[in-house]
């Protein structure tokens, strides 16, 4: 059983930056691909960003790019998600997610967080 815990969210003014972390515990951590999603109030889950088992390869939402990178650290069993030039849009519950794969998803993953808030207000 794998099991994903978030933190790092908060509230930070337009303009700010944040870095979420997630740590898996339960299984080999370099045997996963690892993403981050995002839900704001009254709207579906979506994707945020995706990195592959040895972080070779990562891929963005068109809303992110230039602005978050997502790194992963497979001593520390943790990825990670920078977010900088932070908007009031980015407001949302952020949660990361895993799956026994080498490749980078935008959905089907399989063990999820419970999610982290962040604010960011004008």
């Known amino acids: 059983q794998v099991q994903l815990v978030e933190s790092g969210g908060g509230s930070v003014q337009a303009g700010g930056s944040l870095r979420l972390s997630c740590a898996q515990s339960g299984r080999t951590f370099s045997n996963y691909a690892m993403g981050w999603f995002r839900q704001a109030p009254g709207k579906e889950r979506e994707f945020v960003a995706a990195?592959?088992?040895?972080?070779?390869?990562?891929d963005y939402a068109d809303s992110v790019k230039g602005r978050f990178t997502i790194a992963r650290g497979n001593a520390k069993n943790t990825v990670y998600l920078q977010m900088s030039s932070l908007k009031p849009e980015d407001t949302a519950v952020y949660y990361c997610?895993?799956?026994?794969?080498?490749?980078?998803?935008?959905?089907?993953?399989?063990?999820w967080g419970q999610g982290t808030q962040v604010i960011v207000s004008s």
């Open positions: 997610a895993a799956k026994t794969a080498d490749i980078l998803l935008k959905y089907g993953y399989d063990y």
């Open positions: 990195i592959t088992r040895r972080g070779g390869s990562t």
